[in-house]
């Protein structure tokens, strides 16, 4: 009977983990889809929320798996440039807005570049996949993006120094 009362007091625990994203640490795995007009794409993500992590992004990584990607979570929605100086693997950038839509693209972001890439419309979050995963999986403005945080409001996000 003891461990029946830990396992429900366990699951509880959880359940509010999961649903309070002020506990999210600043980086965390977790699965996103985008809707396509081809069908769902499916992504493994590394997800950043505080401003050291994403200040930080790829940096060091030498190679995304094919369904990989870093996702930025911001505390507002914005406009803030992205760099590649300090990045070695070639990006295609996606631009994901508050109602969790595509806003824009950048395809191709090139390894080093010192040139700020900024998106034409505000956006949320930003998703960083390998080069030519825009193009090969058909993903274009408008498409819908699911993920647990990019529908929260930034009240609830766990940083909001930028």
Known sequence: ???QVNMSWWKIACTLCLLSPA???PTWASDLLIHTHAGVQSFKVTTATSHEARLTGL???TSLA???GMLFIFPEVTQRPFWMK???IPLDILFIGSDSEVVDTIQHAEPGAETPLIADSPFLAALEV???TIARMGIRKGDQVYHPLIRLSADA???KAY
């Open 59 to 61: 940096h060091g990584w």
């Open 66 to 68: 094919v369904d990989e």
């Open 157 to 159: 996000l766990p940083d």
């Open 1 to 3: 009977h003891e461990f």
């Open 130 to 132: 390998n080069a030519g």
């Open 86 to 88: 300090h990045i070695s």
């Open 23 to 25: 506990l999210y640490p």
